[in-house]
């Protein structure tokens, strides 16, 4: 009997860190944007490492969980962050290929212009 509520316990974990990783990727996704990689990770070390119990201590055993939990929501939110800064990039390029475009043409331009004859306007 005590057998089955074991596997029940542990099913029931699963099924809470599940629920948090949707939780973090769904719901908190707009906060996300608001802080840059290097402060997330800080804060994600501070938070990770006060998580663990001290040493010897029988207390809050389970504490792995709770830092699998964690690293799953800030693993989300950092991967959100990035493929925010990816697409800000993208823009960028595409507005400098554009002037670089406009810079080909006035060169071609000028190239026509200087391999005219004096003289004659083509």
């Known amino acids: 009997m005590s057998f ?3 596997i029940e316990v542990k ?9 948090i990783c949707a ?3 769904t ?7 608001a802080q840059s990689l290097d ?3 800080d804060e994600f070390s501070h938070r990770f490492q006060a998580l ?6 029988s207390v809050r055993s389970d504490y792995k969980l709770d830092q699998t939990a964690l690293a799953s929501f800030y693993t989300a939110k950092m991967l959100t962050v990035i493929s925010k800064q990816n697409q800000e ?14 810079m080909i043409k006035q060169n071609e331009k000028i190239i026509q212009l200087l391999s005219q004859k004096p003289g004659r306007p083509e």
């Open 27 to 33: 719901v908190l996704s707009p906060w996300i944007h």
């Open 52 to 57: 663990k119990p001290p040493p010897g201590s």
């Open 89 to 102: 990039l993208i823009a960028r390029y595409d507005e400098v290929s554009r002037k670089y475009d406009q």
């Open 11 to 19: 099913f029931m974990k699963k099924i809470l860190f599940v629920f």
């Open 4 to 6: 089955n509520i074991a």
């Open 39 to 41: 402060d997330t990770f």
């Open 23 to 25: 939780f973090s990727v």
